[in-house]
Nanobody, 124 residues
Framework: QVQLVESGGGLVQAGGSLRLSCTASGRSFRTSPMGWFRQAPGKEREFVTAISWSGANTNYADSVKGRFTISRYNAKNTVYLQMNSLKPEDTAVYFC?????????????????WGQGTQVTVSS
């Protein structure tokens, strides 16, 4: 059974940092693009960032550019999201997602596997 498990969420003050992790099990995602999405209450799930299987290519939403960094460690089947200079508008449930193949993508429907999500709350 394929599972993506996120961790690292929590409550942080504005300007603070958090590091999210997503570890996959059940199959290897070493050749798979992976991404992070987020969903705030009453809003649609939105793209945050994605990374190619090699880590050579990344894509970021304009709202997080310069503040968030995605990375991956294929030997551990893990992808990370370093979030700095957090703002209250970053508050959301953050989801990890993986594609089975292809290029990095910015739409949720392009992803085949999803984690259960981890809550990030940024207080002002």
């Amino acid at each position: 059974q394929v599972q993506l498990v996120e961790s690292g969420g929590g409550l942080v003050q504005a300007g603070g940092s958090l590091r999210l992790s997503c570890t996959a099990s059940g199959r290897s995602f070493r050749t798979s693009p992976m991404g992070w999405f987020r969903q705030a209450p009453g809003k649609e799930r939105e793209f945050v960032t994605a990374i190619s299987w090699s880590g050579a290519n990344t894509n970021y939403a304009d709202s997080v550019k310069g503040r968030f960094t995605i990375s991956r460690y294929n030997a551990k089947n893990t992808v990370y999201l370093q979030m700095n200079s957090l703002k209250p508008e970053d508050t959301a449930v953050y989801f990890c997602a993986a594609r089975t193949n292809g290029l990095i993508a910015t739409i949720p429907d392009a992803y085949d596997y999803w984690g259960q999500g981890t809550q990030v709350t940024v207080s002002s």
